[in-house]
């Protein structure tokens, strides 16, 4: 992932980019607070926000040790954290999203929630973000996973 601050950089970040495939997506870089939303059975649990020390929370940022901070439940309002979990929530229907997933939305400074993208197969590790919010729930790592396959399996009896 390449972001372009000015158009000079633009040529630089494309050849970058290009280096990876044939074909690259460009879009509008959202400024604001990051933060994810867990779903679990249809019902958000509470939002992570994400700090990356420096720079963005890219690769290195998200898999290096204490590069990252991470506050759960995210400091934000109860109307704000009401408003950035219908927008997580919303996204995981309009998908037709089930059983769980975690969806990482982007907080603009004015306050407006935007939904980058719905993560069906989130990470499972514990120290990923679905898990933590989990706990932030009062879920431990293992009472997750049983509601997940518990949901799994009651949506598979279901249509059986």
Known sequence: MQFVERVED?????????????????????????????????????????RPKTGSYNYQNKYTAGCTEYFCPADFDPAMTKRIQSAAVGAFKAIGGRDYARVDVMVRPGGEPMVLEVNTLPGMTQTSLLPKAAAAAGLNYAELCQQMVELALKRKLVTV
Do not use: N
Request: glycine share 10%; proline share 5%; aromatic share 4%.
């Open 10 to 50: 633009w040529t630089a970040a494309l050849a970058e980019a290009l280096k990876f495939d044939s074909e690259v997506m460009v879009e509008e870089k959202i400024v604001g607070r990051e933060t994810t939303v867990g779903i679990l059975g249809g019902e958000p649990l509470p939002i992570v926000e994400v």
